[in-house]
DNA sequence: CTGAAAGCGCTAACAT
DNA sequence: ATGTTAGCGCTTTCAG
């Protein structure tokens, strides 16, 4: 078995309970006596069992995240975050993939409410009664979706929708087509929220799917686009508009000669693509920090449930140019 | 406070370790009594404290996964397939990401021991000495590092660089560059002894590197290559693969017509290149699945030592061709 | 400032 | 088949 604090106490000729304060509570510990049971502790490699120690304080210095798809790249990214965070919190972090589907995100979340201090849901998918039923069960920052009087941590979707909006209109174009999203995905309807600045400008959209947020769909998305006449696509996430710009080339579709393509989320691959993805960042890494910091900050019971949304910035590459004439 | 086996024990009328048996080895209580304690559990949504458990039984129903760098896709794809076999064994998973940084991958075994039955260590760049001092602390499985006497899932990395050496050969390539992993990657010497194949066809392989696996060494690494005079390179993975084809395409150098370029992981991103990335598929997420397995195993002391290499298989696409005349 | 003792939620002997 | 009891490793009153 691995050492306890008992075996620091024998060893350092003291009781457990001084063991213990020196190590979490060094204040109330005479500077000697910590000194030897700390010198103590590190030679026999002794670390405190968390398990045991949660058991008690109720708090675990786990935290949970749950994203919808690690394929997609968004997602790892946004983890990144979190993880880096966390551990500078010295907080360890539990992971799962909810596949795309509300209720294994809701049986997840209760499978890891005990062994957690919090949660953090990317882009939940979860239907309201599914939220009801997991609430209460553990404090959850969400990330992506905004839940009434429940910290989350946003990024300015329709912002960014709206530049996307801005930034076609400019170019001249005057028929977009929008592939939306999951029908669950809240960031769909704040996107689509966006979408209304074209009217602003007479421009027309063509609203396709809902789709499951992946590069086939992107590709059978295509084809719908080029049948509604549209010279300008913005698609839900940088994975579908990839696909699209894969499908496109495949026709022989010049872009952004024939059409202009807008992704959304900024993964690495958008830059990596031919031509370079125009997409609008949503800062996933900030966010995955953020929504640590604003966790943190529930647990302290420090007010941190109000934060400003984080803003999104269209960054414009080589897959969007002016109108075909 | 959570509803503790206390409570369910009293709502039902018997003792508490009525109630442990009656969920935990049903075989043990009547049937009748069985059935009333479930049904008052579960009406009280009890769920058990599993670090409560864990502290008694020495087994957490936890797994630990230790991953260089999440925002390199083929990790994520392995974690997917740890996941999903995790969570049908009921176990939950800890992540964690270490930077490509040995040092601070010990340091987070260390963290993770106590509250883990075990942890996989994917690509792990540890050195002998780190490993040394991890290794008794809790039970590991390694993917794609063979380290001796110790469980692990290994790819069959340099199958995969020979049957690329093949491939290239059977073009007419006489001269290739390999652009090296970073230092500590035990595969990336795996995949060199796969380049032994070169001398039987007599072609000349150029050593370039070492990189950090990263998109922006694979486009620093295309100009040299270009230097070396070499007409095909082999990138040590798929991501520093992109980076060539992209500065190849910068500097209008035609693929495959002037240069042919294989990758290694199949990410899903290497088929959505343009060219499409010819590489090695090393099945990150049946690895990942696999090791779970082999853990479950080493933990119930079953023997999961000895696994046959998973087969990798050169996936051909558009980024190889005939060598220019 | 330090030690003894209680107990977090649970399981595993040991009784009955 | 079920209840009682003793801890798992730790923190935290409560005494000294």
Redesign the interface.
């Known amino acids: 078995m ?1 050492v306890t604090i008992q075996d620091v106490a024998k060893a350092a000729g003291v009781s457990v309970s001084t063991v213990s304060r020196a190590l979490s509570s060094p204040e109330m510990v005479r500077e000697e006596t910590r000194a030897r049971v700390r010198a103590v502790a590190e030679r026999l490699g002794y ?6 120690r ?2 008690i304080t109720g708090r ?1 210095a ?1 935290l949970g995240v749950i994203v919808p798809d ?2 997609n ?1 968004f ?3 946004m ?2 975050g979190v ?2 965070r966390a ?1 500078e919190a010295a907080h ?6 909810s596949q795309e589907d509300g209720a294994q995100e809701a049986g997840l979340v ?6 957690v201090d919090g949660v953090i849901l990317c882009a939940s998918r979860m239907t309201e009664p599914q939220l009801e039923e997991v609430l209460g ?1 553990v404090p959850i920052v969400f990330i992506n979706r905004a839940v009434p009087a429940r910290p989350s941590v946003i990024m300015d979707n329709a912002g960014g929708t709206r530049q996307a909006v801005d930034h076609l209109a400019a170019l001249g174009h005057r028929h977009a087509a929008y592939l939306n999203g999951p029908r669950s995905s809240w960031t769909n309807r704040e996107r689509r929220k966006g979408l209304r600045r074209a009217e602003r400008h007479g421009m027309k959209v063509t609203h396709l799917g809902p789709f499951a947020p992946r ?1 086939e769909a992107g590709q059978q998305a295509a084809d719908l686009v080029l049948a509604a006449g549209a010279t300008a696509v913005i698609a839900y996430n940088d994975v579908m508009a ?2 699209v710009l ?1 499908r496109l ?1 495949e026709r022989g579709v010049p872009v952004p000669a024939r059409m202009s393509v807008v992704g959304c989320d900024d993964i ?2 958008a830059a ?3 031509p370079a993805l125009t997409t609008v960042d949503l800062r996933g890494e900030q966010a995955g920090r953020a929504a640590v910091d604003t966790l943190l900050n529930v647990l302290a019971e420090r007010d941190g449930t109000r934060r400003p949304a984080l803003e999104s910035a269209l960054i414009v590459r080589a897959s969007t140019g002016p109108a075909p004439t």
Not at 110 to 115: E, F, G, L, N, Y
């Open positions: 691995a670390r405190p069992n968390l398990a045991a949660g058991l675990t786990n690690l394929t790249p997602f790892p990214s983890l990144k993880q880096a551990r360890a972090v539990f992971l799962a993939d209760a499978a890891m409410a005990k062994q069960l590069f990839l696909g894969a080339a690495s691959f990596m693509a031919t």
